[in-house]
């Protein structure tokens, strides 16, 4: 597709479930990044793949938080046992080279 | 702690008026994005600054960077109501965005 692709771009879930959010990148963009964006505030770095590498997870808030990039294009982010704090916008990025990195729509996870 | 601090958080500009948003950050990168986002929506790539000195013009938008003060500036002329959105500035260090709070521009007819 010409940008990049998120899915699901809505996503409730009950406390405790797990759940995969999908990132699919402009094609042939080396990177990858996650991000997620709390209301009102600004985005905050998660994880970062170059293809297949995750080369930085700094940012995953705990170890219920897992992404990967089997393939060098695809991404699933994943959260399991989600908790109210985890509510948010979840977007990703690509880039070829590191100048443009273009963001996709988001996928907008509420936790009740 | 890297940190990129934008101000102001708020502005509220007549149509027609200038203004400017500045853009403070931490790291030694030479590399400093501008983006905007409206409600509900993502993020609007607008300006990819890579040098110092580096100036780019997108209408009635322009951004500067300045490396050594660690200051990057966007400006705007003659305000218009289709400019009213959140802008974030974010710099580019040890290969991941940092973004500051974002200013949140309201223009008033």
């Known amino acids: 597709g010409a940008g990049v692709s998120q899915s699901p771009r809505y996503k409730v879930a009950k406390r405790g479930q797990d759940v995969a959010l999908r990132c699919d990148p402009i094609?042939?963009?080396?990177?990858l990044f996650w991000y997620q964006q709390a209301l009102g505030q600004g985005p905050e770095f998660l994880t970062y793949?170059?293809?297949?590498?995750?080369?930085?997870k700094s940012g995953l808030p705990s170890d219920r938080f897992f992404a990967e990039r089997p393939e060098g294009s695809v991404s699933t982010l994943k959260i399991q046992r989600t908790q109210q704090e985890d509510s948010a916008v979840y977007l990703c990025?690509?880039?070829?080279?590191?100048?443009?990195?273009?963001f996709g729509e988001g996928s907008w996870l509420t936790v009740v | 702690e890297l940190k990129v601090e934008q101000n102001p958080l708020f502005l509220s500009m007549q149509e027609g008026k200038n203004y400017t948003i500045y853009c403070n950050y931490s790291?030694?990168?030479?590399?400093l994005y501008w983006y905007r986002q409206d409600p509900g929506k993502s993020l609007e790539s607008l300006f990819v600054?890579?040098?110092?000195?580096a100036v780019k013009q997108e209408g009635r938008l322009m951004a500067s960077l300045d490396t050594k003060a660690r200051l990057s500036t966007l400006h705007i002329t003659a305000a218009v109501h289709d400019l009213s959105a959140t802008y974030f500035c974010?710099?580019?260090?040890?290969?991941?965005?940092?973004f500051g709070t974002g200013t949140r521009l309201t223009i008033i007819p």
């Open positions: 094609s042939g963009h080396v990177s």
């Open positions: 974010s710099d580019f260090g040890n290969e991941k965005l940092t």
């Open positions: 790291t030694t990168s030479d590399r």
């Open positions: 600054l890579l040098s110092n000195g």
């Open positions: 990025a690509s880039s070829f080279s590191g100048n443009t990195i273009y």
């Open positions: 793949f170059q293809n297949e590498a995750q080369l930085d």
